[in-house]
C-alpha cells in the first residue's frame, strides 16, 4: 500500500513427532525442528516486523532439568535476533562439551531449544507499543508442569475491559488490561482448575502425588479447558497454547477472521498463519495442508494424538478480506488468482475513465505488492484490445492493405515500470516543510515513457489515509506531464475502523471518511453528522447485542462514485497540472474475486460480532468529541 499499516501478526507451530534421533538419522540433525521453525517465522516475516519470540518444551526431562525455553526480541530484525540468540547458545554448550556433538539424548537433556514442541511467533504491534514485555509468547509459570502454560496468538479482542472484570470475579488479580494478559489468565485459570480437579480424582484412584502426573497428562481436557475460557471472547483470533508437560493446542474464532492452517504427516504437526509458508518449508502439496476449520481447535496431546475438536459454535463465515488483498503472502495459489481477479474486476472502471482509449493509456503499480493485481489489470487490458482489433480488421474489409493490418496486429497496451521506491530515503527531519520535499521524493520515477497525450493509470492495493498520493505519489508522477492521473485502488474504500488485528482504529484518518464529511458540508448536510453522534451516545449503555452501527449515515447520502470524485479533489493540489481521477473497486467485484473471504466490515461497516459495532460508534465518538484514544 502506499499509505502502510500494521496488521495482525504470524503463528507457527512444530511438533516432532519422533525422537529427535530419528531427526538425526534422517536429516543429520538433532535441531530438525529448531530449523523448520525459523523458515516458518523467516517466511512470515511480511506478518511481523517489530517483534519475534519462540518457545520450546522438552518432553521426558528429570525433575531439575530446565523443559521450558523461550527467547523475544523487539530489535530491528528481531528473528534473526532470536535465532542469533539461540545458535549461540547450542554452540556454547557443545563447545564446551565437544565429546557430545553426535549424543542426542544428552543434547536433549542439557541443551537450551532442543525439543519436542515449538511455538513461534512473528509481530506487528497494532496498539503501538515495542517493549519486549509486548511481544509473543507469554508464559504463565508454575512447578507443576501441567500449569505452565504458553500463548502465542494472532488476535485482537473487542471486549478486553468485560475480561478483565472476569479475572477480577474469578479472584485475579491481572498485572495489566491487555487482550493477551486477560485471554492467557483465562486459559491460565482453566488450566489450573481442571488440572486441580484431575489431581482429586486421581487420589480418590489411589495415585500419590507424584503418580497422579501421567493420569493428568492423559485425562488433562484442552477442549474443555478452551470451551470455558473463550465463552465470552469476542475478536478474531487464531490462539495458539503449549502446555508444559507437552499438550498443545490452536484454536480460531467462530467466524474464521483470522487465518490458521495445518499439515501432519507421520513425523510432524505444523501450523502456520499462512498455507504457502508450510508448503514451502515442508515441500508439500497444496491439497496436504488444511485450513482449521472456525470455532474448532487443532489438539495434539503429549502421546502424539492429534484431533479436531468443536470448542464453538461456528458463525457466518467472514475470513479478512484485507488477507487477500495485501497481507498475506502472494505465493499463495488461490490468494495469486484472487488478486488477478481485483486488477481484472476494477477495469471496466478503468476503461470508463480513460473513454476506452488503450492506444494512449500507460498502466503501471505502486507499490511492488500491487503488482499481481496489476497483471489481472493488463489482461484485462490485453483482451479488450484484441476485441478492438478484431472490430477494426472486420469493419477495413477486403479494403485494408497487409501493411494495414500488421498496424493493427501490432497495437499492444503500455505496461511500463514508472515508480520505484527508494529504500534508503528517511524522512528524519522534523520540520514539516522539509519533512515534505523529503516525502516527495520516497519514490523515483521512470522519464520518457509518457507523453503529454496520455493517461497515466497507476493501481495501488488500497487507499487508507491518502497521505503518501498526496505529499509523494501524485505529485511525483504529474513530471511526466501526462494529460491524466487515474489512480486505481483494487480494494473498496475503507470506511470503518478495524478491530481484529489491523492497526486502523481511528476512522478520522480515513481519505473516505474525510471525503464524505466533506460533502455533507458541500451539499448542507453536516447536521447528519450531529445525529449520528446523539445516536451513538445514546446506545453506549446497551449491551453489545443491540448495537447498530449508526455511523453507515455518513456514507448513505452519496454514491461511491461521489465520494471517489470528492478524494481525487482532495488529493489534487494547486501545482498538480493533470486531471486527477481517483477509482476503487466495487464491493461486488471484491466479493466476487475473492468469494471465501467475505469479511469486508472496514469496507461496508458490516461487522461480524457485536464488539465491532460498539468499536466503529465509539470511534466515531471519539472523532467527534476530539478524542484520540482508540476505541477498543
Known sequence: MSDAIKHECGIAL??????????????????????????????????????AGFASVKFNIEPGTRYISRVRSNQTQPIQDIFAQ?????????????????????????????????????????????????????????NWKHKNLIVAGNFNMTNSNKMLEELIELGQHPKEATDTVT?????????????????????????????????????????????RSSKNWDGGYAMAGLVGHGDAFVLRDPNGIRPTYFYEDEEVVVVASERPVIQTVFNVAIDDVQELERGHALIIKKSGKVSIKKVLEP????????ERIYFSRGSDAGIYQERKNLGRYVFPKILKSIDAD?????????????????????????????????????????????????????????????????????TFIADDNSRDDLVEHVYDITYGVVKPTDNLVIIDDSIVRGTTLKKSIIRILDRLKPKKIVVVSSAPQIRYPDCYGIDMARIDAF????????????????????EVYKKCKDQQS???????????????????????????????TEDINAEVEVIYQSIEGLHKACPDNLGDWYFTGNYPTPGGMRVVNEAFINFYEGNDKRAY
Open 542 to 572: 446497551k449491551s453489545d447485542d443491540e448495537i447498530i452501527n449508526y455511523v453507515k449515515g455518513i456514507y448513505n447520502p452519496f454514491k461511491a462514485e461521489e465520494i471517489s470524485a470528492k478524494i481525487a479533489q482532495m488529493l489534487k
Open 86 to 142: 539461540i545458535n549461540d547458545r547450542i554452540n556454547g554448550v557443545l563447545e564446551q562439551n565437544p565429546d557430545k556433538i553426535d549424543d542426542v539424548k544428552w543434547q536433549e537433556e542439557n541443551t537450551p531449544y532442543v525439543g519436542n514442541l515449538f511455538l513461534g511467533h512473528v509481530r506487528y504491534g497494532t496498539f503501538g507499543k515495542n517493549s519486549i514485555e509486548s511481544v509473543h509468547p507469554f508464559l504463565r509459570q508454575s
Open 315 to 322: 458463525k457466518e463465515k467472514k475470513s479478512c478480506s484485507f
Open 511 to 530: 481519505i473516505a471518511f474525510k471525503a464524505a464529511l466533506e460533502l455533507l458540508k458541500d451539499t448542507n448536510q453536516y447536521h447528519i453528522v450531529d
Open 183 to 227: 485471554v492467557m489468565e483465562k486459559i491460565g485459570h482453566f488450566l489450573e482448575d481442571e488440572v486441580g480437579k484431575l489431581y482429586q480424582q486421581a487420589k480418590k484412584k489411589g495415585f500419590n502425588k507424584k503418580n497422579a502426573s501421567p493420569y493428568i497428562e492423559e485425562n488433562l481436557s484442552l477442549k474443555k479447558i478452551l470451551k
Open 14 to 51: 512444530v511438533r516432532l513427532k519422533k525422537p529427535l534421533q530419528f531427526y538425526k538419522d534422517k536429516y543429520g540433525s538433532a535441531f530438525y525442528g529448531i530449523n523448520k521453525m525459523y523458515l516458518l517465522m523467516e517466511k512470515q516475516h511480511n506478518r511481523g516486523q517489530d517483534g
Open 358 to 426: 488503450i492506444s494512449n493509456a500507460v498502466f503501471s503499480f505502486i507499490p511492488n505488492t500491487a503488482e499481481t493485481s496489476f497483471y489481472g489489470m493488463i489482461e484485462a487490458a490485453e483482451d479488450l484490445l484484441n476485441e478492438q482489433k478484431t472490430a477494426k480488421i472486420l469493419a477495413g474489409g477486403k479494403n485494408l492493405s497487409a501493411k494495414k493490418v500488421t498496424e493493427i496486429l501490432s497495437e499492444r497496451p503500455r505496461f511500463e515500470k514508472i515508480a520505484i521506491k527508494d529504500a534508503k530515503l528517511r
